[in-house]
């Protein structure tokens, strides 16, 4: 079966100060990962993927995320935070190959930027 | 841009109703998926539909649940008798592909009373 971990419940960051919020991963064979990010009373906006190729990707609005194979993660950064950046994050994971579509969601983490 | 439209954004039953949850996905996209996502807790997948046929679900998606595709557009997700631990988000997502992105509708907030 294939899991996902988010460590924190919320990440307290300054704005203009880089970024972290940690996703780890569990799953047969090669990964597919994605972020999602969810503003109130919202649905998930896609973030970003990793499918394969570059380790480190980049997705919208500046954040990007760097998939670490013998550690299992893929952590999400942004060099420089803003408040707009508030909001709540999910990682999730897919098995490659045939038969396994569904996405398994992360219990999510809230990104508080303050002024 | 294209999105994913859900309708409506937040139903109220009583228990033991039956309710029926829209989504219009994406025009050109061939996969269709429900997710839930009680109060405060992780985004659980439901069901997905491919070709007109479950391709694959979760052990929530027992018999209270059905899906259809009744037309060229839209995708439904029926709950025949309501529970209220079935009050959630719930969420449609489509797909060009299987292994590609899924796109998100905003959700139908279910409460059932």
């Known amino acids: 079966a294939q899991s996902v971990a988010q460590p924190e419940d919320q990440v307290n960051v300054a704005e203009g100060n880089p970024l972290t919020v940690k996703c780890t991963y569990s799953?047969?064979?090669?990964?597919?990962l994605f972020w999602y990010v969810q503003y109130p009373n919202r649905g998930l906006q896609f973030l970003l993927k990793y499918i394969t190729g570059d380790n480190l990707v980049k997705g919208s609005y500046g954040f990007e995320a760097e998939f670490n194979k013998s550690q299992t993660s893929f952590h999400l950064k942004k060099p420089s935070a803003l408040v707009s950046d508030s909001a709540l994050y999910f990682c999730a994971v897919r098995a490659s190959g045939s038969g396994y579509s569904t996405l398994t969601f992360g219990k999510g983490t809230m990104l508080l930027v303050s002024p | 841009e294209p999105e994913v439209t859900q309708t409506p954004s937040h139903q109220v039953t009583q228990m033991g109703q039956e309710v029926i949850l829209r989504c219009v996905p994406i025009?050109?996209?061939?996969?269709f998926y429900w997710y839930r996502q009680i109060l405060g807790q992780k985004v659980e997948f439901l069901v997905s539909?491919?070709?007109?046929?479950?391709?694959?679900k979760s052990e929530i998606f027992d018999d209270q649940f059905s899906v259809e595709r009744p037309d060229g557009s839209n995708f439904t997700l029926k709950i025949r008798s309501t529970k209220l631990e079935d009050s959630a988000m719930y969420f449609c997502a489509s797909s060009p592909v299987r292994e590609n992105i899924q796109y998100f509708g905003a959700g139908t907030r279910l409460s059932v009373l």
């Open positions: 799953v047969s064979g090669n990964p597919y």
């Open positions: 539909f491919y070709n007109n046929e479950i391709s694959e």
């Open positions: 025009s050109n996209h061939l996969y």
